[in-house]
C-alpha cells in the first residue's frame, strides 16, 4: 500500500524545476508545464524566463509584507507594552474584552486583531514557544521551640476502598512525629481520642494543632479544655500544612507500601507503625530546613541543653562552660 504524504516545500519547488528543465529541453510543452503547475501561461512564460536568468533562487516564495522596514500602521511602542501589561494583569480576557478594557481605562482604541497580534508577537499568548517565566521559589519556614506548633491531618494509607485511617500530627519544629491506627473513616470523635494519646506521650508542651477544615468545632472545644490554640488552614491551601502532608508521603512509600500488605489485621498494623515511629524518631536523620542531618529526638534534646544553658548560665559571664548531661537511674 502507497503511503500517501503532503508535499512540502522542498518537494514542490523541485516539481517546479523539473517542469521547467523539461521545457527548457523541449520535451515538455509550455502549455503542458502550465497546466501541471495550475499556472497561467503568460504567468509561466515569465516563471520560465526568470528562472533562466537567476536559477533556483526565484522559485523559493518570498516572505509576505514589508520587507526591510517597519510597516506604515505599526502599533507604537508604548501602546503595544500598555496591551501587554493589561493582558498580564488580566489573563482571563479575550482579545475583544482587551480592546474594550483599553479603551474604556486609558482612552486607547484598538482593534481586537491588533490586540492578537500584539500578544503574538511577543509570545505572551496563541503561541506554541512561550516565553520562559521565573517560578517563585516557595517560603521555607521553621519555627524555634519544640511544641509551638504541631500540625496533625489524617490519611487513607491503603485508599478509601479500605476504611482504615491513620492520624498523624508532627512538630514543626524537631520534626518529631505520632500516628495512630483507627479502624473507619475520619471523625471528630476519633480526632480527639488521638489527641488526648499524643498529649500524653509527646516530649515537649504543645501549644497550637495546625489542622484543615473537615473537623468539627467539637475538636476546637476538647483542645481549648487542654490549653492548646487550634488554627485552621484557608481553603484549597495544602502547603499551610506542608510538613505533614509530605510526611504522608513518606510513610506511604517507606511504611504502608513497602513493610504492610492490603489485607492484614489492623492490629498488626498498628503494632508495626509503633515500632517504625521508633525508627523515624530516633534513628532516621532529617535534611529539612534547620535539621541539620539530626533526628527528631537529638533535635529536641539539642534546644533543650540550650534552654538549659540559657537559664543556668543567663546571669553569669564565664569564659568558657562545658555541660555534661547525666542520666540517673532510680
Known sequence: MNRICR??????????????????????????GAKVLSMHKNAFSRLKRRYK???????????????????????????????LSVARANPWLGPVPLAEELFDVYKVKLDPSTVWRIL???R??????????????????????????VQLDAC??????????CFDAIDDCSRWVHAKIFEGTETTERAILFVKELVRVAPFVIRIIRIDNRLGKAFDR???????????????????????ERYHRTVKYNFFWGKCGYYDQVENIGYKLQLWLGYYN????????????????????????QKLYNLTYSNFSLKKVTLTLQSYNY
Do not use: W
Not at 523541485?14 to 527548457?24: E, G, P, R, T, Y
Not at 496563541?126 to 519544640?146: A, G, H, N, V
Open 222 to 244: 476538647y483542645c481549648e479544655t487542654l490549653g492548646i490554640r487550634v488554627v485552621r488552614n484557608n481553603p484549597y491551601e495544602p502547603t499551610q500544612n506542608g510538613k505533614i
Open 156 to 165: 487513607y494509607p491503603f485508599g478509601r476502598g479500605r476504611k482504615i485511617i
Open 7 to 32: 508535499n512540502t516545500q522542498g518537494e514542490l519547488i523541485s516539481m517546479k524545476q523539473n517542469v521547467l528543465d523539461a521545457c527548457l529541453d523541449k520535451t515538455m510543452l509550455c502549455k503542458e
Open 124 to 149: 505572551v499568548r496563541y503561541t506554541k514557544k512561550y516565553l520562559p517565566m521565573e517560578k517563585k521559589k516557595p517560603q521555607l519556614y521553621c519555627l524555634d521551640e519544640p511544641g509551638q506548633e
Open 282 to 305: 530516633n534513628e532516621r536523620r532529617h535534611g529539612g530546613l534547620g535539621m541539620k542531618r539530626l533526628t527528631p529526638q537529638q533535635k529536641i534534646a539539642q534546644i533543650m541543653g
Open 53 to 83: 536568468q537567476f536559477g533556483v533562487e526565484v522559485l523559493t516564495p518570498k516572505k509576505t509584507g514589508p520587507k526591510n522596514k517597519v510597516a506604515y500602521n505599526r502599533t507604537p511602542d508604548s501602546i503595544e507594552k500598555l496591551v
Open 120 to 122: 503574538k508577537r511577543y
